[in-house]
């Protein structure tokens, strides 16, 4: 426990110090602390000018207490340095579905190439493609195939397709290839081709060549 003098020091001096290092360093304390000052603060601090500051103090909000301050966090994954994105995108992933909402959200809706990268790279070293294919193939057509097709256009499906052919889920590959059997994405077409030759299951090996087949060109009405 802190006493109500080094509280306040850390609340109504540290953290507005003209030293970036000492406002960046004051917001790791400041989150551990409980006084009702302590988010305005936090909040404050991830508006700084310096990127270092923002840094801490996103890594300081990553706490599960600080939930609420997910709609905040998310607006870092715009910020123009690439450590304080990767530190928002990361922080959300430690919210659990409540981070997920707003990080699939902010990467379906976002312009900036550079976020989506690096959300993209959070959502493969976070060991996130399984539980998004796997909620791809349980749940209506929604949000995460809308995920699905954004990582394909940016080239992002390696690691889909990895743990796509280690599946033994036969409706998400079959969902899969209804979705995206036509895709352009090499890599997607690598992984028709193959059901096509080597699937063991008729009805995929059918789709697979199907979608493999080129489109007849129309006649003359």
Known sequence: N????????????????????????????IAYLEDPRVVPVLLTLLEDPLWFVRLHTVRALSARKYQPQAPQ???????????VREAAAKALLAFGQLGLNHLYEHFLGTQDRYSREQIADAM?????????????????????????????????????????????????????????GNDQDPQIKSWVWDVAHRETDDELRGMARANLEPTAPQGDA
């Open 2 to 29: 802190f006493a109500p003098e080094l509280i306040d020091l850390f609340l109504t001096r540290m953290c507005f110090d003209e030293s970036a290092d000492v406002r960046a360093r004051s917001a790791s304390v």
């Open 73 to 83: 966090i998310a607006l870092r994954l715009t910020d123009e340095n690439w450590m």
């Open 124 to 180: 493969q070293r976070g060991g996130l493609i399984p539980d998004l294919l796997n909620d791809y193939g349980n749940a209506p057509d929604g949000r995460e195939g809308k995920v699905i097709e954004q990582l394909a256009r940016m080239g992002k499906t390696s690691y889909l397709l990895t743990v796509l052919v280690r599946s033994p889920d036969r409706i998400l590959r079959k969902k899969f290839l209804q979705q995206f």
